[in-house]
Nanobody
Framework: QVQLVESGGGLVQAGGSLRLSCAAS????????VAWFRQAPGKEREFVAL????????VYADSMKGRFTISRDNAKNTVYLQMDSLKPEDTAVYYC????????????????WGQGTQVTVSS
């Protein structure tokens, strides 16, 4: 059983940056792929980015390419999401999730979730 805790959210102006962290405990975190999802009010949970268990492979949603960077430090059991050039439409609750299903873009594929951290981008 893996427990995940996100942190680093907050209020930032458009064009600014934030770095989110996803800290894991329990289980064998380093064997799982980890993804970030986000959910804005009234919208479905949306795939943001994925990093494989070793950190050698990443996938991004098209709207995040070039602005967001996912990375991990397995020695610290932590995954990061560096978000640059933030836009008001990036406002959402951001969640990290761990799992090893091939459908990396689908929320139901992940058995382990954090509680989320709010990111608000003002215009």
């Amino acid at each position: 059983q893996v427990q995940l805790v996100e942190s680093g959210g907050g209020l930032v102006q458009a064009g600014g940056s934030l770095r989110l962290s996803c800290a894991a405990s329990g289980g064998t975190f380093s064997t799982y792929a980890v993804a970030w999802f986000r959910q804005a009010p009234g919208k479905e949970r949306e795939f943001v980015a994925l990093i494989n268990w070793s950190g050698t492979g990443t996938v991004y949603a098209d709207s995040m390419k070039g602005r967001f960077t996912i990375s991990r430090d397995n020695a610290k059991n932590t995954v990061y999401l560096q978000m640059d050039s933030l836009k008001p439409e990036d406002t959402a609750v951001y969640y990290c999730a761990a799992g090893n299903s091939g459908k990396y873009y689908a929320a139901p594929a992940y058995p382990y979730w954090g509680q989320g951290t709010q990111v608000t981008v003002s215009s």
